[in-house]
């Protein structure tokens, strides 16, 4: 396709557009606190990863990504576990009230999640799973469950019946058919939908931040409370901020092609 | 092993999808269940199967009653409409997933997939993936799955509409072929009498969830035993006029009238409907004593080969089917002769009353 000059140009001023504020992110989390402070630059004039080497160093910054990532890394489990058969169920068997539950599904979704706040703060004080992994994992689900099923579902519809019954023609038992056969079939229906599931529980600060305190402590949580004696610490905040970004961008790469054909086929 | 189906209705929603169906298919025979969309060919099909269950009525395999044993345990193979292979494997393992599943040596895997596909002629394609695959060979694929085991029981639904006129006679060819040898049941589903014949064996009207006829093709195209019976079986359908016999003279819609012929003589006098084959009529005469209408010419239909020419006057409507591509402008008056002796007798009720006399001068 040729472009002409105008379009060109037009595409630059959006792509310069949205990536500034990255660039920025970038940019300061390679400066000293004087520098940010001090006179505008375009790019470091000090070069430095001191700020980078604190995270690492600092178990109180470095726990937080951990606690993040285990915590979606159970949800997104947790949920797809859930969903997958769910799911199945929906698009496979008639049973009473399939519609309405379906739907029932995705108006939970349409709660705030401050709503949940209390009753989960409150439940889970008194059954041990505050300020844990698990805990956070699990209300995330409340909110990844229903969007995995609804997406899931329209991929196993885009699945012919006949192929499941080939399957047990064939002599395939059903886990081994789901197993074998099936899943490899919505595979990229698999991968939206963990992307948007991860996506979800990566970036929920509210519920995340309310439910621990010092074990599951988010990084999104600990980066927000950042002022310490010596005032804010500009350049170690801009350096987490790099470094939450990656996780995203690791499996936004991963699934690109999958999220490709998912917008394309099924229920995104 | 044989077949028997005992007044196997299926009733879905209140709708019933088949009512009181009693057929049993015998050990090696090659069927065909002929019906239109929605007749119940592919409920009963999945009954057979072991897919559905039957709402009443039982299911004999060799006596043994299977009606509610599982799918998985059946032993019979199925090949659908649309071609149905498993995507994430080669053409090579889908043949050999049946034979996998019943742990057989790969040795004897090897040896079977092999001789099927060559039945089948898609040896060159077995590394291939089936979406990367044509029509004809994925469905080829379907069919080599279903028959590199030894089911019993294979049925075949429709396989043949979504493909190509070219490829399609040569399957069926070939499918035909493929069951000479063979001990098991076939059952070949289709809506097109033309494939029900050329495919022979025993043939099976479905209408509206029931059979209402079922015997050797041959048999069932020359004497089915009420009108829709023979509508069914005839493409186009068949011509029916109402008409009346009295002492000494047929008519037709009380418009056209001839004097009573031999072969009709022995009916009581009394209303009838008649039934002309499109393919028995013909625009000049064949015999001394066809009948003539005077007829004008509607439409012109081109199909293959052949024109499906539409006449009408006041009263009724006919069909003829003659070999040839032809044009025919609107309007034209023509004169349409049928033959007498390839005359259908129905009574009101539908009912069979008399078939074609002359059964030595039927061509199919």
Redesign the interface.
């Known amino acids: 396709m040729k472009m002409t000059k105008g379009k060109a140009f037009g595409i630059a001023l959006y792509i310069l557009f949205v990536l500034t504020p990255i660039y920025w992110l970038l940019n300061m989390s390679f400066k000293t606190n004087s520098e940010i402070l001090g006179t505008l630059t375009l790019w470091p004039q000090e070069f430095t990863l001191a700020n980078y080497a604190v995270i690492f160093t600092d178990s109180s910054w470095y726990s937080g990504y951990i606690n993040s990532m285990i915590y979606v890394s159970l949800n997104v489990a947790i949920t797809l576990a859930v969903a997958l058969p769910a799911a199945y169920a929906f698009s496979r068997y008639k049973f009473v009230g399939d519609k309405h539950l379906f739907f029932w599904l995705l108006t939970n979704r349409m709660a705030p999640p401050a709503v949940f706040l209390l009753p989960f703060f409150q439940l889970y004080s008194s059954i041990g799973l505050f300020d844990t992994h698990l805990g956070v994992a699990l209300a995330h689900c409340l909110f990844n469950v229903p969007l995995a099923v609804w997406i899931l579902e329209g991929f196993m519809s885009g699945v012919?019946r006949?192929?499941d019954?080939?399957?047990?023609?064939?002599?395939?038992?059903f886990p081994?058919f789901f197993g074998r056969?099936f899943l490899?079939?919505i595979r990229s229906g698999i991968g939206v939908t963990a992307f948007f599931v991860f996506m979800f529980s990566w970036v929920e600060l509210l519920l995340a931040r309310t439910l621990t305190s010092v074990d599951a402590k988010p990084i999104a949580a600990i980066m927000t409370r950042t002022v310490g004696a010596t005032g804010v610490d500009w350049g170690v905040l801009a350096a987490a901020g790099v470094l939450t970004i990656i996780p995203g961008l690791l499996v936004v790469y991963f699934v690109r092609n999958h999220v490709a054909k998912g917008f394309a086929l099924g229920r995104v | 092993m044989s077949l028997t189906l005992e007044n196997v209705s299926r009733v879905v929603d209140g709708v019933p999808h088949l009512s009181d169906v009693n057929i049993t298919f015998e050990p090696g025979s090659f069927n065909v269940l002929l019906g239109r969309t929605l007749a119940g060919k592919t409920s009963l099909m999945r009954l057979m199967a072991g897919l559905d269950r039957p709402t009443a009525g039982r299911l004999l395999m060799d006596g043994e009653d299977v009606t509610g044993k599982p799918v998985q345990r059946r032993n019979v193979s199925m090949v659908y409409q649309q071609f149905i292979n498993f995507p994430g494997m080669t053409v090579r393992e889908n043949i050999a997933s049946p034979l996998r599943i019943a742990r057989m040596k790969d040795a004897e895997i090897g040896r079977r997939v092999a001789e099927t596909a060559a039945m089948l002629r898609i040896e060159p394609l077995l590394d291939r993936y089936p979406l990367e695959l044509s029509g004809g060979q994925q469905q080829r694929t379907a069919m080599a799955r279903a028959l590199v085991k030894d089911a019993s029981l294979i049925l075949f639904d429709e396989p043949l509409v979504n493909l190509d006129y070219k490829l399609r006679e040569e399957l069926r060819v070939e499918l035909r072929e493929l069951f000479r040898e063979r001990n098991a049941i076939a059952v070949y589903a289709s809506t097109e009498p033309n494939e029900a014949l050329a495919l022979g064996g025993a043939t099976t009207l479905l209408h509206e969830g029931r059979i209402i006829q079922s015997g050797p093709g041959n048999h069932v195209y020359r004497q089915p035993v009420n009108i829709h019976a023979a509508e069914l079986f005839s493409e186009p359908p068949i011509n029916l006029i109402n008409g009346r016999l009295t002492e000494n003279e047929i008519n037709f819609d009380d418009y056209a009238f001839y004097s009573m012929i031999p072969e009709l003589a022995s009916l009581p006098p009394g209303n009838y409907s008649f039934g002309v084959r499109p393919s028995h009529l013909g625009l000049v005469p064949r015999d001394d004593d066809d009948l003539e209408f005077a007829m004008q010419v509607e439409l012109a239909e081109i199909s293959g080969s052949e024109t499906f020419l539409h006449v009408r006057n006041e009263h009724f409507n006919l069909v003829l089917q003659l070999s040839g591509v032809h044009a025919y402008r609107t309007d034209t008056p023509i004169k349409v002769y049928l033959p007498i002796h390839k005359l259908f007798v129905f009574s009101v009720d539908g009912d069979m009353v008399q078939a074609p006399a002359m059964l030595n001068r039927e061509q199919v």
């Open positions: 012919p006949e192929v019954e080939t399957a047990y023609i064939d002599g395939y038992s081994r056969i490899p079939m």
